[in-house]
């Protein structure tokens, strides 16, 4: 008896997997790595995560990717720069917010970001210059 039920599980387990395989039906699309593109916000999610992880490369390589589609996007530059901040690359860091603070002056967190990098690298003027320029822009701002 078990082997009746184990032959006929393994010829119900390979039928399963020949329909599997088959060709898409006409209409129907086959999925493909190209035509998965994500957004580049679920992208920074996901480079947040490496980043939460300690894979600071991997992290890095995924915001690349972003970097590429969309050489102008900000958010992916200043997420680059918290990145390489944590990871102890401050020269890289550094280059990463100026970057994203040249594409949109008033990127507030980017600012802040350099304030911070600043401020560790004792630059401390050059931190306070960052942080006046925040202040600017969120004036009614309690925290500041």
Request: contains cysteine.
């Amino acid at each position: 008896m078990i082997k009746i039920f184990s032959f006929n599980t393994f010829i119900t387990c390979v039928c399963l997997f020949l329909v599997g395989c088959g060709e898409p039906k006409n209409g129907e699309k086959k999925a493909s790595a190209s035509s998965h593109v994500q957004a580049p916000a679920e992208l920074i999610k996901h480079a947040i995560s490496r980043q939460e992880a300690g894979a600071y490369d991997e992290a890095i390589d995924i915001l690349d990717q972003i970097l590429r589609a969309n050489s102008q996007y900000a958010p992916g530059y200043y997420q680059k720069g918290l990145v390489y901040e944590e990871w102890d690359k401050r020269q890289e860091a550094l280059k990463a917010y100026k970057k994203a603070v040249e594409i949109n002056p008033t990127y507030d967190d980017a600012r802040l970001g350099l304030a911070s990098l600043f401020g560790k690298s004792i630059l401390n003027d050059l931190a306070v210059e960052q942080l006046l320029k925040v202040a600017e822009t969120r004036r009614n701002d309690p925290k500041l």
